[in-house]
């Protein structure tokens, strides 16, 4: 399958009711889409990052009743998995798509990356553009924006990496729905590779 984005289809893919039901939907309509990316973007981010970075697309093999709200493929330099490694994503929640460099709470080394971190903190607040988004939890859809966070809150989500052992950490766009439907699929791609390139230097420091 091309290179393509994301269609008011995909995104209401997340309002069909039951795990089977909207799994279905997952496989026919987003995953093509997402294995594409996957193999295009492992490439890219093997030659930004220096490392062989290998795609892995989101299954959902462990629900049984809840149908997930979101999917997406990960980038990671380990073929068999990248929840333990930092990593990047392209994925959607039915509002809108998120293009992620994230630490999840399964990654190795976060003490020592949440030090690494602070120590950088106001060179990361001067270097990651206003309209980027931070998280410290992938399972819910909310960020805050880059602009709203001073050093001193940088610095909080920074040493919560270093002393709660669930902690998380993503920083990356959010695409809203309205606008992720108007792009062209160039345009898609595009945004995606120059929101990459921004977060290199973040996993640079890990």
């Known amino acids: 399958m091309q290179l393509a984005g994301f269609t008011a289809a995909d995104f209401n893919v997340f309002k069909i009711e039951g795990l089977e039901p909207r ?4 496989k ?19 030659i930004l990052t220096g ?4 795609p892995h697309v989101a ?14 493929v990960a980038f990671a330099g ?14 959607l929640w039915e509002t809108h798509v998120f293009i992620w460099f994230a630490v999840i709470y399964e990654a190795s080394n976060k003490e020592q990356f949440g030090e690494i971190l602070q120590e950088h903190v106001a060179e990361i607040k001067n270097s990651i553009p206003d309209e980027f988004v931070w998280s410290i939890d992938h399972t ?3 960020g805050i924006l880059h602009r709203d966070l001073t050093e001193e809150d940088l610095t909080e989500m920074f040493q919560r990496l270093q002393n709660v052992k669930k902690a998380e ?35 640079k420091l890990y």
Request: net charge neutral.
């Open 23 to 26: 799994m279905e939907a997952i």
């Open 28 to 46: 026919e309509r987003i995953q093509p889409k997402l294995i594409a990316l996957g193999s295009h973007f492992s490439g890219e981010l093997s």
């Open 51 to 54: 490392n062989e970075m290998y």
């Open 59 to 72: 299954k959902h093999l462990r629900r049984t009743i809840n149908p997930p709200k979101d999917t997406w």
């Open 78 to 91: 380990n073929n068999r998995g990248y929840k333990m490694l930092p990593h990047f994503q392209i994925g």
């Open 140 to 142: 819910k859809p909310d």
């Open 169 to 203: 950490l993503l920083c990356g766009i959010h695409i809203p729905r309205e606008e992720a439907v108007m792009l062209s699929d160039e345009e898609f791609v595009k945004t995606a590779a120059d929101a990459f390139v921004k977060l290199i230097p973040l996993y």
